[in-house]
């Protein structure tokens, strides 16, 4: 088990321009998180799944922000016509689902978006 | 109101001291609360949860529920320059988490 894995680590791009970051969680993990975090802040939530279904949204994602996870394994999320506030961490975290530590979130190592 | 409040710091110890970081909470109906770790440039790891009232011992921390007053703490005993790092908190759900406490421990 190689942990949550995060694809690219770093993106820069364009205003305006669309990007996608994937998130491979830890293969047993039914639940998988997006969250975003900029310096000096928490993580803020963005989106959770339980499998293939998207359960919960954040009030705060605005419609060009939309993520995926087709067959309940890997997740991507896709931030279209990007704004410079959008540069921040992008988060992926899964947890067991089950069990005594069910709730407990392995995070990746992130993908941080730079938008210029 | 934020769903999780923190202490926001930063908070500075010597060695050997204790750490006591602190976070409040707004929905009655969490059950449990989550400790995590997070080292500059790196993502948040675990330390310890806890679901129960009163205190919960792991090695040199120490997490401590009270429900009647919302609020858990984390206490880091013997604090070493190792320990120096932002200290998040989130409730069960996870979906919202403080903005953290961080912590400098020096030698």
């Known amino acids: 088990d190689t942990g949550v894995s995060q694809d690219p680590r770093h993106k820069i791009t364009k205003r305006g321009q669309n990007v996608t970051f994937r998130c491979d969680p830890i293969s047993e993990h039914n639940r998988l998180y997006w969250y975003r975090q900029t310096l000096g802040q928490g993580p803020e939530f963005l989106t959770y799944f339980q499998n293939e279904a998207q359960l919960e949204k954040s009030r705060l994602l605005s419609d060009r922000f939309s993520a995926e996870r087709p067959k309940g394994s890997f997740s991507t999320l896709e931030i279209q016509r990007t704004e410079q506030g959008d540069s921040a961490m992008y988060l992926c975290?899964?947890?067991?689902?089950?069990?005594?530590?069910?709730?407990?979130?392995?995070f990746g190592a992130g993908s941080r978006l730079t938008v210029l | 109101q934020k769903e999780v409040e923190q202490n926001s710091g930063p908070l500075s110890v010597p060695e050997g001291a204790i750490a006591s970081l602190n976070c409040t909470y707004s929905d009655r109906g969490s059950q449990s609360f989550f400790w995590y770790r997070q080292y500059s440039g790196k993502s948040p790891e675990l330390i310890m949860f806890i679901y129960s009232n009163g205190d919960k011992e792991d090695g040199r921390f120490t997490a401590q529920l009270n429900k009647a007053s919302q609020y858990v703490s984390l206490l880091i005993r013997d604090s070493q320059p190792s320990d120096s790092a932002t200290y998040l908190c989130?409730?069960?759900?996870?979906?919202?988490f403080g903005t953290g406490t961080s912590l400098t421990v020096i030698p």
């Open positions: 989130a409730g069960d759900n996870q979906f919202y």
């Open positions: 975290a899964s947890s067991p689902g089950t069990g005594a530590g069910a709730n407990v979130l392995t």
